[in-house]
């Protein structure tokens, strides 16, 4: 007998819920479950991704060779993963680009960016989301948004520019590997309380494909640094348990236990829908009691 892979137990995991087209549409399981696991009834849905992903990828190499610049930019999240993890554009559902830049270069980036036809878009800045400016730009009939970061974490202290050239482009860069395995790791459970299972998929396949590249001891490091660790702790309870991956998660056993009694298929199907687990888990994964308190703080501040 075959051994079980991961996607076998995720598949597992959104089973009784493939019949609940608003769960699928929820989690943009949708190119995922036509591609990988052959459900007919979302072609038309892969096709829609496989088309809006084709028009962002020939526009990002555009764009890669209009900002010809001499400072580092980063594709972060789905638009430095579509082409490394997945087996076709139209798996992943890619609502915007997102890129990391220094804050030092931030104003430049912005003057090249309304050059060529971006617009700032205004939002009320909190804590939590001053370290984000999101541009847009009308390209045909597709609407681009941009999201540029000056921040991976909330809590970051110090600016994060190790990585290297990603193929095929000039201008973007990807991450270190680690720095990418945290910061996708917050994103989904810092930033979001897993509010959508794409994400956890595409953590576990990133895991899939670099764990032999992955320091989780340096990972953990960095982790504790940025004030992040009980954040990825929840992931990696999650990779090691539902997944099955063979990890040391090390001293956590408060935390773990917590994790086990809060990690049930039923809240990760829809975690808003228990309030009390949710409300629960969103404190907990901040490290910090002081940054709880200033993230609900500023988070209602900001309604």
Same mark, same amino acid.
């Given at each position: 007998?075959?051994?079980?892979?991961?996607?076998?137990?995720?598949?597992?995991?959104?089973?009784?819920?493939?019949?609940?087209?608003?769960?699928?549409?929820?989690?943009?399981?949708?190119?995922?479950?036509?591609?990988?696991?052959?459900?007919?009834?979302?072609?038309?849905?892969?096709?829609?991704?496989?088309?809006?992903?084709?028009?962002?990828?020939?526009?990002?190499? %555009?764009?890669? =060779?209009? *900002?010809?610049?001499?400072?580092?930019?980063?594709?972060? #999240? $789905?638009?430095? !993963?579509? &082409?490394?993890?997945?087996?076709?554009?139209?798996?992943?559902?890619?609502?915007?680009?997102?890129?990391y830049v220094h804050k030092k270069n931030l104003l430049e980036l912005s003057q090249k960016l309304k050059r060529i036809g971006f617009k700032e878009q205004s939002e009320k800045k909190w804590k939590a989301n001053s370290f984000k400016t999101v541009f847009i730009k009308k390209n045909n009939n597709l609407e681009i948004v941009? %999201?540029?970061? =000056?921040? *991976?974490?909330?809590?970051?202290?110090?600016?994060?520019? #190790? $990585?290297?050239? !990603?193929? &095929?482009?000039?201008?973007?860069?990807?991450?270190?590997?680690?720095?990418?395995?945290?910061?996708?790791?917050?994103?989904?459970?810092?930033?979001?309380?897993?509010?959508?299972?794409?994400?956890?998929?595409?953590?576990?396949?990133?895991?899939?494909?670099?764990?032999?590249?992955?320091?989780?001891?340096?990972?953990?490091?960095?982790?504790?640094?940025?004030?992040?660790?009980?954040?990825?702790?929840?992931?990696?309870?999650?990779?090691?348990?539902?997944?099955?991956?063979?990890?040391?998660?090390?001293?956590?056993?408060?935390?773990?236990?917590?994790?086990?009694?809060i990690f049930t298929e039923s809240f990760l199907s829809n975690p808003k829908s228990q309030k009390f687990k949710f409300i629960c888990l969103k404190n907990l994964l901040k490290d910090r009691l002081r940054?709880?308190?200033?993230?609900?703080?500023?988070?209602?501040?900001?309604?």
């Amino acid at each position: 007998m075959l051994a079980r892979t991961f996607e076998d137990h995720f598949f597992e995991l959104i089973t009784p819920q493939l019949g609940n087209m608003e769960f699928v549409k929820r989690h943009h399981l949708e190119g995922l479950l036509y591609s990988r696991w052959h459900q007919q009834d979302f072609k038309s849905f892969w096709m829609k991704n496989f088309y809006r992903n084709s028009q962002l990828q020939q526009f990002l190499m %555009e764009l890669d =060779t209009d *900002l010809s610049v001499d400072f580092q930019i980063f594709l972060i #999240k $789905g638009a430095s !993963l579509w &082409k490394r993890l997945y087996e076709n554009i139209g798996e992943r559902f890619m609502s915007d680009i997102d890129v990391y830049v220094h804050k030092k270069n931030l104003l430049e980036l912005s003057q090249k960016l309304k050059r060529i036809g971006f617009k700032e878009q205004s939002e009320k800045k909190w804590k939590a989301n001053s370290f984000k400016t999101v541009f847009i730009k009308k390209n045909n009939n597709l609407e681009i948004v941009l %999201e540029v970061h =000056t921040q *991976l974490f909330w809590t970051q202290s110090v600016s994060f520019l #190790k $990585g290297e050239k !990603l193929s &095929k482009y000039t201008s973007f860069s990807k991450m270190d590997t680690n720095l990418e395995f945290l910061h996708l790791c917050t994103h989904l459970a810092f930033q979001h309380t897993y509010i959508s299972l794409h994400w956890l998929y595409e953590i576990a396949l990133y895991y899939d494909n670099y764990c032999e590249d992955i320091d989780l001891d340096a990972v953990k490091a960095m982790a504790i640094e940025n004030q992040v660790f009980h954040s990825l702790q929840s992931v990696l309870w999650l990779l090691k348990h539902k997944f099955k991956f063979n990890i040391q998660l090390g001293e956590a056993p408060n935390l773990n236990y917590l994790f086990e009694k809060i990690f049930t298929e039923s809240f990760l199907s829809n975690p808003k829908s228990q309030k009390f687990k949710f409300i629960c888990l969103k404190n907990l994964l901040k490290d910090r009691l002081r940054d709880n308190l200033s993230y609900n703080v500023g988070w209602i501040a900001s309604r």
